[in-house]
């Protein structure tokens, strides 16, 4: 449970009265006609208000990948779309957040960022069935309708009147839900009855307003300032390392400062570590280089901002590691394992890393360790 309030706290989850926000950007209210957007979506057409003219009912749902509390709400959000779409209601959904204001302990609980590339990935895999909009470079049409969090959801009558603003329902866990309020919105308008409620809370991640950008900038240079070291590790050490019950999803990463891909990909693992290190996580480097290399090998993690647990191999018979660690290894580098909380390993890569498919592997690792309620599962 300590966990799971941390990550709250970290993952800026925000419970927001609607009417409540800030003075830049106040929320669209009842009774507004619906703003016009033009935005591009994943299916590489650009979609506008006007499209959706005929439909009795319009509802733009503000939602994104990265956000758990968005995920959870992913196979409802498909399920009212193939429920109503066939009785006159259009749906939209438009991601707010501007990218690069999304901190990288953020995206601690998915395999995919805000950018508009991983969005088309993420409406493939979860097979969305309604048009998924990018508004994050720009956020012209976020700050026209002034979503509390993600998701959230607009409601608007034949007339493009808002009528219904806030939750989809009243619990990420679907099995506890007791309140279907969008729902409840569609059907009264549908039957052209006034709603009884027509505007709640919306429990989520925060939007990432570009403003935002200056301070993900800062939370950068402040890791970039960590301490870095590097320990010394033989191959009984390392063998315990592969094997041992840590209670954590462990990445091990053999590499080298003379291996062209071990560099070129190292970045992305220091990057890797700062998106997961708050959960049960940890990621491990070992320099295969003799022990005399050490000041080497330190130097180039200083340089790369690597305040992960470093080793460099303690003895001088590099078979000996590749035994300790993996036998099945053949020896090329860059070489990577990812083990589970008790020692079995997960995914195994030699050669360069497809991240996408580390992060598929750590995603829902760590998610059995410590699960958010209501996650789909990652493809």
């Known amino acids: 449970m300590r966990r799971i309030l941390i990550s709250l706290c970290v993952l800026a989850l925000s419970a927001a009265l609607l009417p409540a926000q800030t003075v830049d950007h106040p929320m669209l209210t ?29 509802a733009v749902i503000f939602t994104c990948n990265h956000c758990p509390t968005a995920q959870a709400y992913e196979g409802r959000i498909r399920q009212l779309v193939a429920e109503y779409r066939p009785r006159g209601v ?11 204001s999304v901190r990288l302990d953020e ?73 279907r309020d969008t729902r409840n919105a569609l059907e009264a308008l549908l039957a052209g009855r006034e709603l009884e409620v027509k505007e709640t809370k919306v429990f989520g991640c925060s939007i990432k307003w570009a403003d935002k950008a200056a301070s993900n900038r800062e939370w950068r240079e402040k890791v970039r300032g960590e301490p870095v070291t590097v320990e010394p590790a033989g191959a009984a050490a390392l063998q315990e390392l592969r094997s041992g019950k840590s209670g954590k999803v462990r990445v091990v990463n053999v590499w080298a400062t003379w291996c062209g891909p071990c560099v070129a990909e190292f970045d992305d693992l220091i990057e890797t570590n700062l998106r997961f290190r708050h959960r049960d996580f940890e990621l491990v480097t070992v320099a295969a280089q003799f022990p005399d290399e050490k000041d080497k090998v330190l130097k180039f993690l200083q340089q790369h901002h690597a305040s992960t647990r470093n080793l460099i191999f303690g003895e001088t018979d590099k078979y000996k590691l590749m035994e300790a660690l993996d036998p099945k290894w053949d020896g090329a580098l860059p070489h990577t394992l990812v083990l589970g909380a008790d020692g079995t ?24 360790l410590a699960p958010w309620p209501g996650l789909s599962p990652i493809k």
Do not use: C, W
């Open 345 to 368: 390993v997960l995914y195994s890569q030699t050669g360069e890393l497809d991240f996408l498919k580390l992060r598929r592997a750590i995603v829902p690792a760590l998610n059995s």
């Open 90 to 100: 259009a749906f939209v959904a438009i991601n707010p957040n501007h990218a690069e």
């Open 107 to 179: 995206l601690g609980y998915t395999d995919l960022d805000d950018t508009f590339h991983s969005m088309k990935i993420r409406a493939a895999d979860r097979h969305f069935n309604l048009p998924y909009l990018d508004d994050g470079p720009t956020e012209t049409v976020a700050r026209k309708y002034a979503p509390a969090a993600t998701p959230h959801v607009f409601v608007f009558d034949s007339a493009r009147r808002l009528r219904f603003s806030g939750r989809i329902d009243d619990s990420e866990r679907e099995d506890l839900v007791k309140n």
């Open 30 to 58: 009842l009774g507004s006609e619906a703003p016009d957007f033009r935005l591009p979506g994943v299916d590489g057409r650009t979609h506008s208000l006007k499209e959706f003219a005929r439909a009795k009912v319009l």
